[in-house]
């Protein structure tokens, strides 16, 4: 019997939702610039009625922050318990999801949670932990957990020995994969490490946090929602920085910051992995911005890395030349799809 699967992708303020029959999409919509409860409700009733949630099979929601969660796992009181512990450390994502799980209960159709940070639940300790006491890890479980897991592991897992992914998006973040393993990634405690973001600051040295603080600055505040591609132009949607950037001298540095930050990283991971065989960009900004590709590249070159400007320019699956060290790829995710086999292996 064909299971029918709704999928919910919940954001900061937005629901993205994919209606799968077992492993096809059938249909999928996203409603956007939501910001009470009352329009996450008004959204999740949309839905339903839109897809005849009464045939719903199951339903599915990606989260972004699973902490020790390891697999996918069935909503129960305790679940949501985990989900609300771990929204300390996701605060612009867990609760909203939480919100739609609560929403969705009056439906009565069994829910299941998929953990962002599952991919990343086993990546060596020389790059899982920070050098603070020992103790305060512990009590705290203070760790790198990483992030956009659902997104790393569905573009690289068709792809053999070494490789690393560019998750380029609003929120980015990178990953070096060996043999299908994630261990290393760009993500740590919370969402907020590693690449400059739309509004995040990525990352930076703490003692700048603790200036702020001392100047009386809301910090969490300053560095997650005014900070980043935001803090640098003003805008902090990079479809305004290319667009800008010829004109505008900070659209310019903002570009070039971030084209420099991804080459050193996809060069400290070629150095962690021994060498690379796969190069995957992927996310809105990896599978659309041929020039950002072009440019980080461009810093590779000095590992044999080349790619091919038509086939870039086209957005074509392989971008790398013949005569290219590394294949190079531009794929395009599906955090949902992904999800929807997670849960079904385990059904």
């Known amino acids: 019997m064909v299971k029918k699967i709704l999928v919910f992708n919940v954001g900061s303020s937005s629901i993205k939702y994919s209606l799968f029959e ?3 999409l059938v249909d999928s919509g996203n409603f956007e610039k939501l910001k009470t409860k009352e329009d996450y409700s008004k959204s999740v009733e949309e839905i339903f009625k839109k897809i005849n949630g009464n045939h719903i099979s199951f339903i599915i929601h ?33 609760p909203k999801q939480l919100m739609v799980i609560d929403l969705c209960e009056k439906y009565k159709k069994t829910q299941y949670a998929v953990f962002d940070t599952m991919f990343f639940s086993e990546i060596p300790d020389v790059a899982k932990f920070y050098a603070i006491p020992k103790e305060i890890t512990k009590k705290y479980g203070i760790k790198r957990y990483g992030f956009h897991g659902l997104s790393h592991e569905y573009v690289s897992r068709d792809l053999k020995g070494k490789t690393i992914t560019c998750h380029l998006g609003s929120g980015s973040s990178m990953s070096a994969i060996l043999n299908g393993k994630a261990i290393d990634t760009t993500m740590g405690f919370t969402p ?7 509004t995040r600051s990525g990352t930076i040295d703490p003692g700048i946090i603790f200036f702020l603080e001392k100047k009386g600055r809301n910090a969490k ?39 420099y930050q991804i080459s050193k990283i996809i060069g400290s991971y070629i150095v962690a992995l021994g060498g690379l065989d796969n190069l995957v960009f992927t996310a809105k900004i990896g599978e659309n911005v041929p020039k950002l590709r072009e440019d980080v ?5 000095v590992f ?6 038509e086939k870039n320019r086209l957005n074509s699956e392989i971008i790398s030349s013949k005569k290219s060290n590394v ?7 599906n955090e949902e799809k992904m999800a929807v086999e997670k849960v079904l292996k385990i059904l």
Not at 79 to 87: G, R, V
Not at 297 to 301: G, I, M, V
Not at 327 to 333: A, C, E, P, R, S
């Open 22 to 24: 077992d492993l096809n």
């Open 304 to 309: 044999g890395i080349e790619i091919d400007k």
């Open 327 to 333: 294949k190079v790829f531009v794929k395009k995710t």
């Open 297 to 301: 590249c461009r810093y590779l070159s």
């Open 62 to 94: 990606r989260v972004v922050h699973g902490g020790d969660l390891k697999k996918p796992s069935k909503i129960t009181k305790e679940t949501k318990e985990k989900i609300k512990e771990y929204s300390e450390f996701a605060p612009l994502h867990n």
């Open 192 to 198: 907020s490490e590693g690449l400059i973001m739309g």
């Open 221 to 259: 505040e300053l560095l997650t929602e005014e900070s980043g591609l935001k803090g640098l132009t003003g805008f902090n949607d990079f479809r305004d920085i290319l667009s800008k950037m010829k004109k505008n001298k900070d659209c310019k540095l903002a570009y070039e910051m971030l084209v």
